[in-house]
């Protein structure tokens, strides 16, 4: 007869109310033994920003959550186009096949709906908001000490870093780690759609509109809203950006002046967001990280602050959902030791990111190849297509990835060196 350990009891602070924080303490209040609480900057836990897709990875883990039932709106994403902005040209069309039975669709939704939904399945009580987390401690065995803003002091054996890209678990921590203005501004508004709809058919499609170093993503979200989120890349050697630049407002006439050249109704479209509305992100990426755990395990890193992206696979919500959900597993499975739990965290996850990291190095090494051969006197149409990846790599191992099985493949590993 084996004789079970008894399961630890843990107090885990989560810092962060984003996709990553949600989720986690949603994860976490599901095993047994686990003291959750989640400490947020906001006064109000509200997402800044417009639209999310959800995809076949997000919807997974989403299931394996209980939350993907309470997520209801949206608009399906069957159709992607990309577009020449200036005129008009269809340059690549994606439509994705048809579902297979019990299939979730692919959506674009509201990311208020996303957080509503998570929020629903967190326990209450858990929530501690007003609490901007301004430094952290290691006390050796007595855990991490925790100092808010508002002079307040918490203790907790594991702190979960859910505090996005700009984390300050992470510079806690990583105190070299640096991120980097990328050169993309992005302008995102959410606006009624009927009357953009009326403007051009296409419109009713999510569709990309590119100039050569501008786009315009235009995107129903459901209930009759829709989304805009332009972007535009200056050489970041030349231009820099505040890195709390964030979810700020911004003028609609700055926003307007990039997209000049583009077809009168896009620049409609623009012209219809209420001055007050648009608000603008700086885009900043860091490096891969060798490690997402501190502190002799008294820290783990879930979502962008440990994989400082800058939303590069338009899916980080998914990451951070999957993140969240193999760091529960990892603690249920070691019976909450965190010394074995969060090593296993960072096998899974690590060499995911990696490959992430990897991958973009990759294409951005083709699209400089496919610029230079393109050479300076190449035409807005030409920079345009060249811009445009037709089919490209299969990218399964992200939009498809299945967290439960990717877990269940772990824990087969596991048993297998056990016997
Ligand atoms: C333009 C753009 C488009 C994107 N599109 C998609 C998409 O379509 N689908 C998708 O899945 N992903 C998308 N992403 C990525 C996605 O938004 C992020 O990956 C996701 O929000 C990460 O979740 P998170 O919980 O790790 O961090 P965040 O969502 O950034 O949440 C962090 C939370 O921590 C809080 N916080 C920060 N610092 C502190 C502190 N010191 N103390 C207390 N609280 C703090 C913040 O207020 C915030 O609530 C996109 C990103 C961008 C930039």
């Known amino acids: 007869m084996t004789i079970q350990r008894p399961v630890k009891h843990l107090k885990v602070a989560i810092i962060g109310g984003g996709p990553g924080g949600l989720s986690t303490a949603i994860a976490l209040s599901q095993i047994p033994n686990v003291d959750v609480a989640l400490y947020e900057q906001a006064k109000v836990l509200r997402e800044v920003g417009a639209g999310i897709s959800i995809g076949p990875n997000t919807w997974n883990v989403l299931e394996l959550l209980g939350v993907a039932d309470s997520l209801t709106s949206g608009h399906s994403t069957a159709t992607i186009l990309n577009m020449n902005a200036k005129t008009g040209e269809e340059v690549h069309r994606m439509e994705r096949a048809g579902l297979e039975t019990g299939k979730r669709p692919n959506i674009r939704t509201q990311r208020t709906k996303l957080q509503s939904a998570l929020l629903s399945h967190v326990k209450p009580g858990t929530i501690h908001l007003s609490k901007k987390l301004l430094s952290l401690s290691d006390k050796g065995h007595d855990g991490v000490?925790?100092?808010?803003?508002?002079?307040?002091?918490?203790?907790?054996?594991?702190?979960?870093?859910?505090?996005?890209?700009?984390?300050?678990?992470?510079?806690?921590?990583?105190?070299?780690?640096?991120?980097?203005?990328?050169?993309?501004?992005?302008?995102?508004?959410?606006?009624?759609?009927?009357?953009?709809?009326?403007?051009?058919?296409?419109?009713?499609?999510?569709?990309?509109?590119?100039?050569?170093?501008?786009?315009?993503?235009?995107?129903?979200?459901?209930?009759?809203?829709?989304?805009?989120?332009?972007?535009?890349?200056?050489?970041?050697?030349?231009?820099?950006?505040?890195k709390v630049s964030w979810g700020v407002p911004v003028d609609k006439d700055h926003v307007e002046s990039h997209f000049q050249e583009y077809l009168p109704q896009i620049r409609q479209v623009l012209g219809m967001v209420t001055e007050g509305d648009w608000r603008e992100f700086a885009a900043f990426s860091g490096p891969e990280l060798s490690q997402l755990t501190a502190w002799d395990n008294k820290i783990v890193l879930v979502g962008d602050s440990s994989h400082a992206l800058s939303g590069a696979f338009g899916s980080g919500a998914g990451f951070a959902m999957e993140d969240g959900y193999t760091l529960a597993r990892a603690l249920e499975y070691f019976r909450n030791d965190v010394h074995r739990a969060l090593p296993l965290f960072d096998a899974i996850r690590l060499p995911y990111y990696s490959r992430m990291y990897e991958y973009l190095a990759g294409e951005a090494g083709k699209r400089a190849a496919k610029l230079e051969e393109l050479g300076d006197s190449a035409s807005y149409d030409d920079q345009v297509r060249a811009k445009i990846i037709k089919g490209g790599a299969d990218m399964g191992w992200i939009y498809n990835n299945d967290i439960g099985s990717v877990w269940r493949s772990a824990v087969a590993l596991l048993d297998s060196d056990r016997q």
């Open 145 to 242: 000490e925790l100092h808010f803003q508002d002079g307040t002091v918490a203790v907790a054996d594991l702190v979960v870093g859910a505090d996005g890209i700009r984390s300050v678990v992470r510079d806690a921590a990583w105190p070299d780690y640096e991120i980097k203005f990328t050169g993309t501004t992005i302008w995102r508004a959410l606006l009624p759609w009927e009357g953009v709809k009326k403007l051009d058919q296409r419109f009713e499609t999510t569709a990309w509109w590119h100039g050569p170093t501008t786009h315009v993503y235009l995107s129903p979200v459901g209930e009759g809203l829709g989304e805009i989120a332009a972007r535009a890349w200056h050489d970041p050697k030349i231009h820099s950006a505040s």
